[in-house]
């Protein structure tokens, strides 16, 4: 297993804070070929996100191929507030997984 790094940052928008996390993953869909060797390089990507606000799960995204490398993920948490406890959690098609802890932090 693979050590996949992440970052996560909170900022307030429009009066709502608005979580960004960013995954270090190679997202392969299965469609590329390596150069290399003209074989197929098999499928790698993230399936599932969940994020936790105060041990809540607020947020159950099922993803797939369609999304990038390395994916930046944004989303608007309205009921978070200053110093609420996230934790973010994903897995992928290969069995890794990883998650994140931290804070609402707006100041």
Partial sequence: MADRKMKMRTRLQDGVVELQIL???????GLRT???TNTKIPPHFIQ???????????????TGTGISEDPLLGFRLKDAKNGDK????????LGESGSMEGVVDIS
Wanted: charged share 25%; proline share 3%.
């Fill in 23 to 29: 995954i270090t993953h190679p997202m392969e869909t």
């Fill in 34 to 36: 390596d150069k290399n």
């Fill in 48 to 62: 599932k996100v969940n994020v936790e606000l105060n041990g809540k799960v607020v947020v159950v995204v099922s």
């Fill in 86 to 93: 996230l934790k973010v959690f994903w897995s992928d098609n």
